[in-house]
Structure formats: C-alpha cells, structure tokens
C-alpha cells in the first residue's frame, strides 16, 4: 500500500474560476519526492523566459511533502514555488506551522494557482469541496486580522495568506501561515497578491495513510532518540530558540553587522537567545509534529513598545533588524517582527532592504528628505520600525525599496550599488560571508539566490556538529577556502531532501538526522524503496533542475554566482577573519566539478543522462 | 476552570485508570493526536484521535482527552446507553456498534474530550489504551498516565 501521498492535487484557474481534481504523476513522485522538486518539475513544463512573474501567465504552486502530516518529526512543511519578481529567477519558500499537514488532510498533495482573478477572492478548501470566494471584505486587512476574520466564518480551519505587502506587489512580500509561519523568499506574497488571491483556507478530515505502520514505529524511535540526545535539538534550540546562535556568530566573527560591513557587533548579547529567556519570553512552544520546541512566545510588557505580541523573532530576524541595522534592543526587533508577520513582509529582506538605505545614508547618498523625513542612521530603531510601514505601503522610500534591493540600488545610482546585499536579486542573510567562506559558495550557488539554507554548512565550520560524518583531515578551519565545495556538497544531501520530503530543515541543520535516517522514514511511510544512493540522487536531480531552469528558462548567467564586492574586495575589518576577503572563485570551481557542471557552470550534457533529466536535454535551446 | 484543575479535585473520589492532559507543558505540537491514530488506526489523522489540542490565543496549548470522570455527563446525555464504564478499571467506555453518531455526548461533555470520527458514525474519546503511545511519543510530557 502506498502512504505519504495523497496522490490527487488542485488544478485552479483564477481568469476562468476553473477547478479541478488531478491525479499526481507517478514518476514525478519517483523522480523528485515532492516540495522543491516537484515545483521545480512542474515549472519547467510550465515557463519560459517571457512569463512575467507578475502576470497571469506566472503560477504559484502551494506545495507538501510526503511527510507532511505524517508523525515524522517536524513533518508539517508547506512549500511555495513560483517564478520570483525579485530575482526573476527560480522561487522557493518553505513554511512551517498547520496549514500544510491539514492541505493533505483534506486529500491534496499540492495546490497550481494560474491566471488573475478579476476580483480580490479567497480559496476555501474544505475536504473534496473547494470553491472561490469573494475577499472584498479582506483586502486591505493585514495577515493576523484576516486570519482571525476567516477562523471566525470557517471554524477549525487553518489560513494561510498575505498581508497587505502583497496586495502592494512588494517584492519581499511572502505568504503566511498560521499567524507566524513565513514562506516565499523572493516575493511569493507578490505573485499570490497579482492573482488578486487573499488566502487559502483549508479544512481537512480524511486520513494520510503509512505503509509500514511497525517498520515506522522503529525509525521513529531511533530518530527521536537521535532528535533528543543532539545538543542542537535537545538543548540549544528548545532552550534559546534559533537566537541561540547570535552570541556564538558573534564570536566567530560571522554575525552580518551595519549591512554587512563587519561580522561583530558591540549589542550582541542584548539581542541573544539568552537574552531573549530572561527577558520577553512568556512560552516555548512548536508547530506541528515538531519535537524540537524552536518556537518563542514573546510579549513586550512595557515601555516604548508595550504591547507587543508573536511568535519569534527568529536567528535570521534578529539578525535583519537587529545588528544589520545596529539595532540593539530587542523590543524594537520584536516589533518588527511582529509588524512584517502583520503586514506579510520577508524579514530578511525587509532588514536588508532598511539596513541598505541607513549605509546609504550616513554615506550621504541618501537626504534626510528622501528618507521620508528620517534621521535614519544605525541603531535608529523607531525609523527602522517607521520605514518597514513604508515599505509595506510602498510611502516614499519605501516604494524604491519595494522593487528589492538590486532594482533600488539602480534606481537611486550614485554608486549605491556597491552597499545592496543580494545575490541575483535576493537579500542577504544572517551569516558573514569573509568569516565562513564556505556560506559564501553556498549563498552564491543556490538556485533561489542568496540564501543561508541550501545547507547551513557553518554548522560544521564554525560550531563543528557533523565532524564523524564529514571527513576533513585536521580541523575545518572557516576562513581558508580549501576544501570547502566538499563541505557544502555533503551537507547538500540531507538539507535538500529537506526540502523535498516535507520536513523541517532543523532535523538536519546541524547534522542531526542522517541521510541513511532520512531514507528510512520516507520508505516505511510511502513504501517507496530509498537508500541513501538513491537520496542523493534525487538530490543533485532537483539541484540540477532547478540551475536548468535558471539558465535555460529564465535566463541567468553562471557569472551571477557571485556575492557582492564587500565580500569579495573589502577586507573583514574585525573579527577572526580580520583583513580577510571570501575567496569564491577558488570554491566554485571545486563546486562546479563535484557537481558535474562544465567550467563555466553549466551541467554537463553526460549528467543530465546520468540523473534521469533526459527531457531537459531534449529540450535544451529551445 | 481547566480540565486538569478539575481532574485534580476530584482524583480522590475513584481509582480509575485515566490520561491527565497538561496545559502548562503542552507545546502545542499534536504529536499526541498523530500517535493516537497511528496507534489505534494505523493512519495518520487527527481527527480520528482519542486526544485533540486546542490551540488559541494568548499561547494556549491544552490537550482535551478524558480523565474519566465520575458522573460522566456523556454518559448520562446518550440516549443509547452506549458509554458504560469498565467497574474494574473505571474507564468509561463507547459501544461503537451501538454508538448512533448523533453527538449529544460531544455537547454533553464540559471539557471538550469526546469527540465525533470524521464521517458522523460514531464518537471517540480516550479509553486508555494498552500502549498509550500518546505519553511515549509527546516531546514534553504532557501528558500523564494516573491509576
């Protein structure tokens, strides 16, 4: 018997208000798992380099995993893929939460969303009735009230949507769900919001079956053994939640500070995980199927920013309104954080985004006047928190920064481009690129751009979890570049799967769960044979897709592999890696060769046969 | 007055065999509800689980499941009589062939621990299964076993 998969997904057309049931291709879920890699299948057949990733033609796929709704831990991932209108490249996102298992409670593996709806509208899925409904009354209403408004009209109902951002097209806007669960780097909300499509509500009663229930029972037992005994899942993470790396970044020299000018910052330890417990948390808590407890409850009793109330802020956000924008108070990040998740906006890049336009102007490109009237220097927390409201709104500033930081680094000129952080249009994330060069390969190699979690490889680098696992003779030592493709190539197998199988990337952050772990829980759930051969497989599979897809669908050149020149020419002014640039084109190299891509880049002719991908060689140049 | 406080008053009257929901560990993960239907229905769903959390605002996580409780208002609602209680362990147990699916007990019961199978047939509450693999798989404890 087969398990994991529903085996039927939505078809809905937003122009025609078109729905229908479909059945899931049988060697796509043999070939590519499910997530990442079925987006990754379906947007192949679907785009070429014309579709406007804001136009009707562009689709945004809500996608599971096998595991999704499964008792696998963390088994509660929902991705979203899609053609970015920041990048204009591939669009992945992940979230986590309850939206995701109760989409394959109500019997769909995935949800394609094509063309425009004329009038805002809402899905509601409830079981095999899924019908389209008007939203007139929720647009304009940020993502928290909107939930609270559709929770009211269909109980027991999980909501996923946008805020505002999205209605505005803002290029960082993501979807949301469960109040607190973000997906869609790279602009996902923007693409849902130019489809004129407010949220996806979703009700389900119908069982996900397991095809080995006592073969199960057994993996389960040993991974949660394993989940339980790590220091990363077992202590740091229940205990200080993913701000349990701000202190530690900060030692090594790799926590992004003041846009990414250095790796160390002063109000560190205000901003901590540590910190964070003794101060706002009220409760740990988790989404769904997770054992790992990451989740902070956080409240704001009094002062400035009384009242305050979310989930988070997480490692990265912290980070983007924290210390990239040389803000040390952890009031004012949570109030960011708790505002972006309101108005639907990327933390990461909204931080970036605000952090840019304060280098920018203590540089002097920007005027007081063209900052809408804020005196915006670092550390100015109440004008980062005004700016994001711009942001969202498109007021100002806000609406050049709206486009990404790429676009808005052309727009304003004036050699602003040397201070926007971003790899092929995609905001930079919470790690130092000079003091863990391998980040750096990983951020200017990953398909979606620049992004921390192709794999995290300075788990192993810098805090040296998987040192039995990965063999490097001697110590890996961050800021030398040798050797560290193989780093980041064996780290890939486990953290991509990750991506596929519809679990939570922190099993295996810090080498946690095993790619042997991993095999094992998706056979005896699905009852398709997986070994770790096979994993790794459909790993470099879905990689290379996805990079076919940027070069032959949607233009992108090799070149842009690449990290912004403060990486790459100006020497790390503080920290271990103090005089030190990343060394890329040294590990690219390496990279390229280990994953059977030609020199410059792309994916050799015998690979695409090797992998199974002979209908992206069919079709090459056309 | 939450389930658990209830419970407590009112463990001293009877020795029954009961699970005892806690909201103050509970992380609001459902594990327990996947495992419970793992368990007893080799499938994936919580809606087919003897254990539900309800999850709300100002972070509230608390587990509904049945503590057994001595005067049993789910009982005493059913118009079929199909709850009875086991007199040697004192767990109040559902007839499912003779349970109608008509919900009175769901409504009846104050601490929202009864609950109806997805399709309307019958109801579900927690009768303290021999491996009570919600307790071994819930990452918090939870939940507790109480005789």
New interface residues.
Partial sequence: MRGGYTGTYLDVNLTTSQIEKKTVDEKMIHDFVGGGGFSARILWEEMDASTDPLGPENILILMTGPLTGTLAPTGNCWYVGFRSPTTGIYGEGRGGGYWGPELKYAGYDYVILRGKSEKPVYLNIHNDQVTLEDAGHLWGMDYFDTTYKLEETHPGAKVLGIGPAGENLVKSAIVMSDLYRAGGRGGAGAVMGSKNLKAIVVYGSNSVRVADPEGFKTILDEVNKTIYEHPATAQLMPDYGTACLVNGMNAFGALPTHNHKSGTFDGAEKISGEKMAETILVKTRSCFACNIKCTRYTKVDEGEYAGVESEGPEYETVNAFGSRCGVDNLEAIAMANMNANRLGLDTISAGTMIAFAMELYEEGILTQEECNGLDLRFASHQAMNTLLQDLAYRKGLGDILAEGVRTAAEKIGKGSEKYAMHVKGLELTATELRSAQDSGLGHAVANRGGDHLRPWSPAFTLFGFGQAEIDLSGTPDPIVPEDKARVVKAMEKAAIFTDLNGMCKFTVLCNTLSPAQLARLYETITGIPMDVERLETVVERTLTLQRSLNLYRYGMKPAQDTLPDRFLKEPAPSGPAEGKVNELSLMLKEYYEKSGWDEQGYPLTERYETLGLEFVKAQLGK | MSPTDEQQKRSGKRMAEKMVGLKEKC?????CE??C??NL????????SRVQVE?GGN?L?LPHICFQCDDAPCAEACPVDAITMNEATGIWQIAKDTCIGCGVCVDACPYGAMFME?KGSYALKCEVCEGQYCKT?C??KALEYQA
Avoid: Q, T
């Fill in positions: 992380v609001g993960c459902r594990m996947l495992a239907s793992l229905e080799n499938v994936f769903n919580p809606k087919l999850r972070a996580d997805p798989i990452p918090n």
